[in-house]
């Protein structure tokens, strides 16, 4: 895990960071890991997709 603080997060193009918003239903225990997923931000780095506090923290 690594850290950004948020001026770092905020200087990334914004096609490469977002904020998850999809349901993703079809996973049989979407609703135990929703709130792993939806409302983090995320970051796409070397073709791979890095999800807020699995992956990195946003330090203030």
Do not use: S
Request: proline share 5%; glycine share 4%; hydrophobic share 40%.
């Amino acid at each position: 895990m690594f850290t950004l603080t948020r001026n770092e997060f905020e200087l990334i193009n914004p096609d490469y960071r977002g904020v998850w918003q999809k349901e993703c239903t079809e996973l049989p225990k979407w609703p135990q890991i929703r709130e792993q997923y939806v409302g983090k931000r995320t970051i796409l780095r070397q073709g791979a997709l890095l999800i807020e506090d699995m992956h990195f923290a946003i330090m203030t």
